[in-house]
């Protein structure tokens, strides 16, 4: 027999289904089954059930009582800067003053001082941090993560980075996924030789990311003053045609065209969003792209919410994720980002569930092992101090996961019964 576990006694078990991204109505039906028990094999669901668990099936089983209380999948953390040296508490006073976004990174703020604190900090110290950071995500019920480079726009600083995500995706339970973001910003020493740091970017470093195998996907942030719309589709075009996935920043402050080239080309996911306009919802929905938006971002620059109500009329699947970077959302907690959609964004708590687990996993091309709990899936699932779905968007502002489990392996969090079990 292979390593399984059982969970027992649960509560409520709430889960998606199914292996693609949910879009419109479907991004709202969630299955409900009461007093259920789910059974894995080396990682691996091999059945969920209503009631007592089989005595057949307990047998030499590692075995946990969920109290009776809710079970969901794994929450998966579609968008974050994980890695990145520094913190910017010093533009705390200027953007509560109203100093835009985009005028801090016009000084050599913003992005570009996180980048000269990146370079500066040894490959230790941002595995170190970034350890941290994962660390409090797993207690938080997050499984699964998408990061991205970004702070480095030098190749040995992106490689820096994205050589820390790797070793992070070895040493520490949460599942990574690493995405190159070298077009974040135009770096200083190449202030008035764009042509030349885009070719940096699409001769050199994208063949060489490529080659090595360090990053499944490629973003761009497509913005006013960052990259324009055409040159995110050449460097977007390079990395599918050296075997890489397409992400992309579009629509965060203004829509100047990402969110058409996103349905166009078409990206797996377009991200942000604040500004689409029908025209870019439409792109969405025709090319199939998911649609990543970042509630926390919003909240913490003081901006309008993305049209998520629209997007999901128009048939875009909507994830939700937190962006977590030193920026524009220094925060990291999904639960706290699973609240603010709810309620800023006018989903339903069964949206926001598809949205930061099937749905996200769509957008990182994993919902064919993530993202719901049934027969075929990975085991990453949270047992949360609740008795159903709508307490843990009602009881907002604490953490509500109890006890984490990345693929059937216990991975944070205290057992609800029987500690004898730990083992
Ligand atoms: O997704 N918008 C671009 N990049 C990040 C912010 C990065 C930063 O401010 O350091 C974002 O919000
Ligand atoms: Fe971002």
Redesign the pocket.
Known sequence: MGNRLIVSNIGLLATPLGCRAASGAAQGQISMRSHAYLVAEDGVITAVGNGRVPESLMQGARHIDAGGNLVTPGLVDAHT?LGFGGWREHELAMKRRGVP?LDILAQGG??LS?VRMTRDASQKALTEKAGQALEAMLHLGVTTCEAKSGYGLDRQTELKQLAVIRELGRTQPVELVATYLGA?ALPEEYKNRRADYIRLLTEEMLPLIAREGLAEFCDV?C?TGVFTAAEAEQILRTALAHGLKAKI?TD?IDAIGGTELAGMLPAVSAE?LIAATDRGILALAQGGTVAVL?PA?SFYLGKPYARARDMIAAGVPVSVAS?Y?????PSLNLQLVMNLACWNYGMSPEEVLTAVTLNAAAAICLADRLGSLEVGKQADLVIWDAPNLDYIFYRFGQNLAKTVIKQGRIAAGALPHQPETLA
């Not at 970077?325 to 959302?329: H, I, L, V």
């Open positions: 800067h976004y913003g992005i996180t974040h942030f913005e920043h965060e942000h970042l971002t962006d970077n030193p920026g524009s959302c």
